[in-house]
């Protein structure tokens, strides 16, 4: 069976279980979820433990097997435009719908007073979280390493993303062969290796996901989803419009594929990023659906995903604009056309600032508040939609990871740097079995 048929299945069990203990309130059933926990973070935990290894080991060799600066440049200029133009469009129309539906208008006072109170706490957490979010300037510089081992061990992406061009680049340019091939064996043995791990550790997945899905169903307050439903509502339509409609064109016009069948092949990603929030934790899986499902050369998947799972984020940049919007509109603070520019500029600029990690879409979500002057509604507005914030940031994952796969389809295409496979490739699990 296909690997992202398993996940579906899991998903769906997972959906059933929660259901059941909470709808049934079979306390059995929620003491065992509560119990088995731990499978899911020890699995996201699992297939994170292997991102950095695989970072530096895909980006070196890929980067070297370019063996051109110029050409590196190239892949780079076409992948940060093609990130900024789509990461624009979502946020445009994350900002038409919130004008059309007008989601905020919808929720009376006291229902809003309510959602405040209730959330409040967990609402000043996450604050205390964001003022450790660094300055746009300090961002830019962060991207050069101090130290790389560093960077490593402290998950910094994109530092480590830079080194490492940097460094498969040289390598490329090393005059004595034997030492060449000598470093180049070594990172193509580390690549493999972590290639070879993300096999063992994806037979778990189904597993894992049941575990996810279901805890965090019969966690979810159906209550509070009535009353912030047409919220909700308004971005997962936002969300869909963006990757069947914009994401799909791209797909179909410089990808050159057929969106039903991309969307096939990249449907354990999918599966994958709504089951853990994470698209840091997707990354490989990410990197082995383009590689192997789509065909993509190394030379631009490795670098075109890890730099999209950082600051790629469609579904996050979307999901930002509607929530000012809807904080805005509850609290009846008027949006004129200045208000909703800087909101493109500011959720697009915030979505790159977010890491892609569970939540990190609503601490970022703060800078976007306050360039519009919702600075005072911060604490109150981030509690009013935090309760409906799991499934949210759950869906826009997925976004994400798809928007990253569709530029590396794209950018694939235009670099003559793809070769879809006729066939769909068996599931990964059972290749490595
Ligand atoms: N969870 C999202 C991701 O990893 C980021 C977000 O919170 O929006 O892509």
């Not at 110029?70 to 990130?83: A, M, N, P, S």
């Not at 499902?293 to 469609?314: E, H, Q």
């Not at 603070?333 to 569970?358: F, K, R």
């Amino acid at each position: 069976m296909q690997l992202h048929n398993k996940i579906l299945i899991g998903l769906a069990a997972g959906v059933a279980a929660g259901l059941l203990a909470k709808l049934a309130r079979l306390d059995w059933l929620m003491a065992a979820l509560v119990f088995v926990e731990p499978v899911g973070a020890a699995f996201i935990r699992l297939i994170t433990m292997i991102v950095i290894p695989l970072i530096i080991g895909s980006i070196i060799v890929g980067a070297a097997s370019l063996g051109d600066l110029r050409k590196l440049g190239r892949i780079g200029g076409k992948t940060v435009f093609y990130y900024l133009l789509t990461m624009t469009t979502s946020v445009i129309l994350g900002l038409l719908l919130s004008n059309l539906i007008r989601p905020g208008s919808r929720i009376d006072p006291v229902t809003r007073d309510h959602l405040a109170e209730q959330f409040a706490s967990q609402a000043s957490a996450q604050l205390k979280l964001a003022e450790r979010t660094p300055s746009i300037k300090d961002l830019l510089l962060d991207i050069i390493p101090r130290n790389p081992v560093k960077a490593a061990a402290d998950f910094d992406l994109l530092p480590l993303i830079f080194f490492s061009l940097i460094f498969g680049a040289a390598i490329s340019l090393v005059r004595s062969d034997d030492a060449r091939a000598a470093v180049l064996h070594f990172f193509a043995g580390v690549n493999q290796a972590s290639t070879i791990i993300i096999h063992w550790v994806m037979q778990l997945a189904p597993y894992a996901v049941f575990v996810l899905i279901a805890v965090v169903v019969a966690r979810f307050g159906v209550d509070l989803l009535q009353s912030l439903l047409i919220y909700a509502v308004t971005v997962l339509l936002g969300l869909f419009l963006q990757t069947y409609v914009t994401l799909a064109i791209l797909v179909r016009v410089f990808g050159r594929i057929n969106p039903a069948k991309f969307f096939r092949r990249i449907a354990a990603a999918q599966l994958f990023a709504f089951s853990t929030s994470s698209s840091n934790a997707t990354l490989p899986l990410s990197i082995e659906t383009a590689e192997t499902r789509l065909g993509i050369s190394k030379s631009v998947s490795s670098f075109v995903l890890p730099l999209g799972a950082t600051i790629n984020m469609d579904g996050t940049a979307l999901y930002q604009a509607v929530a000012t919007m809807f904080i805005a509109q509850i609290y009846g603070v008027p949006m004129d056309l200045g208000a909703q520019l800087t909101i493109v500029l500011t959720a697009t600029l915030a979505s790159i600032g977010a890491a892609g990690v569970p939540s990190a879409g609503i601490i970022t979500l703060i800078i976007v508040l306050q360039s519009v002057g919702l600075g005072a509604r911060v604490e109150s507005g981030i509690a009013l939609i935090l309760g409906v914030d799991r499934i949210l940031d759950m869906s826009r994952t997925v976004v994400n990871v798809t928007g990253d796969l569709v530029c590396a389809v794209c950018v694939g295409r235009s670099e003559k740097a793809m070769n879809l496979p006729a066939e769909e490739p068996a599931p990964v699990a059972a290749r490595e079995g």
